[in-house]
């Protein structure tokens, strides 16, 4: 554990918990049984560019709802002291649409899509607040670590739960199941229960800074929306801030659709099932001792340096997404992205809670909340169009370089010495209301 104050190890620990919560949604539900049951269970028999192009959608439609909500809700629960509240909601909304997947007959895909795209509102919106708390139990000096410590128990709680739930899959009578299908539903049972159980240490142990207004719930909305329009004509203040957010749009789209239609892709191109489940869980025990890995290389050798070499990573196995042909491929590549792809988000996440302005991170992590929205949008949409366009799933993964280059070039014009300089300003300075 991070050496600092009994309280405060605790407030961390059950600060990161919720990382281990909610990550089996990510990795079960985002990654593997959604996309996988979409296809061959709630789309059976439609052709494969038009069910990615239906998954895409999905992930669009949720996303865009969060991308306009984030900014707006922060600078509200910053004003309020109801991050924790405006968190406990989103959780238990997608806690309820993911419990309600595993009730959706076959055939019935747009149901699934509208229960999938709620929860993954809910999901969106409690990880901006759950964000955004990291500045109220992490010292400025530890953020990359904590930050890390959050990742890691997600992958591997994550990857534990994820395992137990392919083996009710592969070997289902084992299990008292009758099918693989019965397997499949079960297990969105099981990754709602296990958000919700594991939800609860942050909610009894993380004491958020107090409420910077005590009005009613009216004016607090009213001055919430009032702080935004500020913030955002104050958007050459923070230019060092509009360019991280800019950069990390790109590249974290990047991340976000390669986590979102991996599982999808390897089915067009031809791999079978278990070897795509194989590689997921490659990731996920990878991504655990990865992630503590790279919180400690962001802190010696700076965090952007370290994004970059996660993004180089990434921009080398989309390539080579692109040629393979074997099982023994997509393995390789699960344990190059589990490699990184902790690393990326956890570093770009403690990086922006560096840069911040004080009593503001709510608000701010809306609007990095909102870029990953959009991200979830545009990626994966652009994935599925290209699809349908080309008539290969092989040329529409090739999209996704253009997000990872992009963003990478963009993070080389952020001064992160006159970013964190301008964040220490806003801390010494007297708050506005």
């Not at 296809?39 to 709802?65: E, H, M, P, R």
């Not at 309600?100 to 076959?106: E, K, P, T």
């Not at 709602?192 to 609860?200: I, M």
């Not at 922006?352 to 870029?371: L, T």
């Amino acid at each position: 554990m991070i050496e600092m104050p009994p309280p405060q190890r605790r407030a961390v620990a059950a600060w990161a918990m919720y990382d281990w919560a909610n990550s089996v949604f990510s990795v079960t539900v985002i990654s593997a049984f959604f996309p996988l049951f979409l296809k061959q269970y709630w789309s059976s028999g439609v052709d494969a560019t038009i069910s990615t192009f239906q998954l895409g959608l999905a992930n669009a439609a949720g996303g865009l709802v969060v991308a306009v909500l984030s900014p707006m809700l922060g600078a509200i629960a910053d004003q309020g002291g109801a991050r924790k509240r405006f968190l406990a909601f989103f959780t238990v909304l997608a806690i309820v649409m993911t419990a309600g997947l595993q009730f959706v007959a076959r055939g019935d895909w747009p149901i699934a899509i509208a229960l999938y795209a709620i929860a993954g509102i809910g999901f969106s919106g409690a990880t901006a607040f759950y964000d955004a708390l990291i500045v109220d139990v992490a010292p400025p000096g530890r953020l990359h670590r904590v930050s890390a410590l959050g990742f890691a128990l997600g992958y591997l709680g994550g990857g534990l739960l994820f395992a137990v739930n392919v083996a009710m899959t592969l070997w289902p009578a084992r299990f008292g199941l009758a099918d693989v299908a019965e397997a499949v539903r079960l297990s969105f049972g099981m990754v709602a229960l296990w958000w919700a159980l594991f939800s609860l240490p942050l909610f009894l142990f993380v004491r958020e800074s107090p409420a910077q207004s005590r009005a009613s719930g009216l004016a607090l909305a009213r001055s919430g929306l009032r702080r935004l329009r500020e913030t955002l004509r104050e958007a050459r203040k923070w230019r060092q801030v509009v360019v991280f957010l800019i950069a990390s749009w790109l590249y974290l789209d990047g991340v976000g659709t390669i986590a979102r239609m991996a599982v999808d892709y390897g089915l067009a191109i031809g791999l079978f099932e278990r070897d795509l489940i194989v590689a997921l869980l490659i990731t996920q025990f990878v991504g655990f001792p990865a992630a503590i890995l790279f919180g400690r290389l962001g802190v010696r050798f700076g965090a952007r340096r370290m994004i970059l070499v996660g993004l180089a990573a990434y921009v080398a196995a989309t390539v080579w997404s692109y040629f393979m042909r074997a099982a023994w491929e997509f393995y390789v590549l699960a344990g190059v992205v589990g490699l990184v792809q902790g690393g990326v988000q956890l570093l770009s996440r403690s990086f922006f809670a560096h840069i911040i302005p004080a009593g503001r991170s709510a608000e701010f992590f809306g609007f990095y909340n909102m870029v990953g929205r959009v991200a979830t949008v545009v990626g994966p949409l652009l994935v599925g169009l290209a699809a349908i366009a080309t008539g290969s799933s092989r040329a529409s993964i090739l999209v996704v370089l253009v997000l990872f280059v992009g963003g990478g070039l963009l993070l080389l014009l952020v001064d992160e010495n006159r970013a964190m300089d301008a964040a220490r300003a806003s801390r010494a300075s007297p708050q506005r209301t």
